[in-house]
């Protein structure tokens, strides 16, 4: 018992301090999810706000609307980054920048889809993938995706953001497109995109996408998000899940 008492006296000061700073940040910590038809994004609100994807075009005023129901204000989103350049990701990044002032972070890959607006769908790698991709890519790619410059080009170094009073980081992980990348709090939360789906009309459970460039890439990107910690996932499509039940896919 002495020994315990000495070693806990050794430990206390450092240990005590570091634990309250990572509660009070927990306690500080909000993510808010804005759900655009069978989009969601979310806003990270810690120090500082930032927001992770853009949602499909035209849904400017939606934004407004349900940012009401938050605490957070639109100058509050400083950066909003885009997971990927599909045009249910970056459709109304242009708007939502007009509104907030806030930066466009995205992937030099995927880069050339926001700034000249391309349409952009992987294409389908499930039966059900390859159907639907069939089905509703001539509707679907006669929309308008407004074109912007983005403000930040993103390589395949990570690129933290603290700057932005975020404790955490943009990290790249292909394979769903050749520019898709993800954003990992140091609290474990991942904001994922397209690396998985988890909700109708696309799967009933978390799995990896339907639609995607290479699906060796993608389980590549999965590894080094468990590696890095990742312990909640937030998907572009359906709810958030424990990283746990993608394992079984990899």
């Known amino acids: 018992m002495p020994g315990y008492y000495h070693s806990m006296r050794q430990v206390t000061g450092p240990v005590i301090i570091q634990i309250l700073k990572n509660y009070f940040h927990m306690a500080k910590l909000q993510i808010f999810t804005l759900k655009f038809g069978i989009n969601r994004c979310y806003i990270i609100k810690d120090e500082g706000a930032i927001m992770i994807d853009g949602g499909p075009p035209g849904k400017g005023k939606v934004f407004q609307s349900k940012l009401e ?10 950066l909003i980054v885009l997971t990927h350049g599909d045009f249910d990701h970056v459709g109304s990044a242009k708007e939502i920048k007009e509104i907030t002032g806030a930066q466009i972070a995205i992937h030099e890959s995927d880069k ?15 039966s059900w993938g390859k159907i639907s991709h ?10 308008t995706i407004p074109s912007m410059k983005a403000d930040i080009t993103l390589h395949e170094e990570d690129y933290s953001l603290e700057q932005y009073g975020v404790k955490g980081k943009i990290i790249y992980t292909p394979g769903h497109t050749a520019g898709s990348v993800s954003v990992l709090l140091d609290s474990g939360e991942a904001f994922i995109g397209c690396l998985a789906h988890n909700g109708f009309p696309f799967t009933f ?10 699906i060796g890439e993608i389980k590549k990107s999965w590894q080094l998000i468990i590696n890095q910690g990742a312990k909640m996932i937030y998907p572009g499509h359906g709810s958030p899940f424990p990283v746990e039940m993608i394992k079984r896919y990899l």
């Open 205 to 214: 459970h978390p799995r990896l996408p339907i639609y995607a460039e290479n």
């Open 69 to 78: 129901d938050f605490p957070v204000q639109y100058r509050d989103i400083q």
């Open 112 to 126: 050339i889809n926001l700034e000249e607006g391309r349409f952009n769908w992987p294409p389908g790698v499930t």
């Open 134 to 143: 069939f089905l509703f890519s001539p509707f679907l790619s006669m929309m």
